[in-house]
């Protein structure tokens, strides 16, 4: 049977523990808030946001919202960084991504205090992760891990293929399966053969942004498979970077779309947040 890694599930778990701690904070007279900074109007940027500040409202966590249009200046969003950077009342920033291309994302990740980077994206972050001495990690890689310690499902020693070399998902997550003693491959569009390679996989984590990318001749039987993609098929059905209906039949685990990753990533972000108030408090 294949066993279905659910992240709603394992979010759900995660909120409440959440709730908790967010009430303790509050009785120490802390109100753990998020900023969330949005510039111009991308769709998809507009629902993450938008499910961002529906859990954070449902664990009790206060967002503050910073809507820019999509032609501010690159100055006028570091001027804005820094005024969060020193509000002590904001305790998590986070400036979602994609920018528009007049704004040097790099440069932008970079401006925020690395102790308020909920997402893990700063490069002291970043690097701190690949010596293996993580402070704050980039939230889908981060719930992509603490969805397999979940289930039990231990990497080290397991040969991890990725498929995807984003700063977002693929290489932090190579960094994080790494640290826990797999070994990695990394593969990308410009990889040769590469169904060879996740054919080879005992864990293969998926995050291509292309719909059904991974069919069932690409996979090893008793696969691990991490779906990280949310993509619209032809008839506008939610569907992952991994064919379901063929590979789930021979997976070992596999992550459903939508109700795997998605939710977790938005669990790891209301934690970081909450370690981070909870820094103020002496926790
Ligand atoms: N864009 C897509 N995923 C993310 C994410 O996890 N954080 C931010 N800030 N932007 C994103």
Do not use: W
Not at 36 to 57: E, P, T
Not at 166 to 186: M, Q
Not at 196 to 209: F, H, K, P, S, Y
């Amino acid at each position: 049977m294949t066993e279905i890694l659910d992240g709603r599930i394992l979010s759900y778990k995660i909120r409440q523990q959440l709730k908790q701690r967010i009430t303790r904070l509050q009785e120490h007279k802390v109100i753990p808030a998020l900023a969330v900074v949005l510039v111009g109007s991308d769709n998809a940027s507009q629902i993450y946001v938008r499910n961002k500040h529906r859990a954070a409202a449902e664990v009790g966590l206060t967002t503050h919202d910073f809507k820019l249009p999509e032609t501010v200046t690159e100055e006028a969003l570091l001027a804005l960084i820094a005024k969060l950077n020193v509000d002590s009342s904001i305790h998590g920033i986070l400036v979602q991504l994609p920018l528009p291309r007049q704004i040097n994302a790099a440069k932008v990740t970079a401006a925020i205090d690395p102790a308020k980077d909920v997402d893990g994206f700063h490069p002291l972050n970043i690097g701190q992760l690949f010596l293996n001495n993580p402070q704050s990690l980039p939230c889908t890689p981060h719930g992509i891990m603490r969805l397999l310690a979940e289930h039990q499902i231990d990497v080290a020693r397991k040969h991890a293929v990725i498929v995807g070399r984003s700063n977002i998902v693929g290489r932090p997550i190579a960094a994080l399966l790494l640290n826990a003693d797999a070994t990695v491959t990394i593969t990308h569009s410009k990889t040769v053969n590469l169904r060879e390679l996740t054919r080879q996989a005992d864990i293969l984590i998926v995050a291509t942004g292309r719909a059904e990318f991974i069919k069932r001749a690409d996979v090893k039987p008793g696969v691990v498979v991490v779906d990280v993609g949310m993509n619209r098929d032809a008839t506008g059905k939610l569907v992952g970077d991994v064919d379901f209906t063929e590979v789930a039949p021979v997976a070992a685990a596999i992550t459903p779309v939508p109700g795997g990753v998605g939710p977790m990533t938005i669990a790891m972000l209301l934690e970081q947040t909450v370690k981070f108030a909870e820094r103020q408090i002496g926790g």
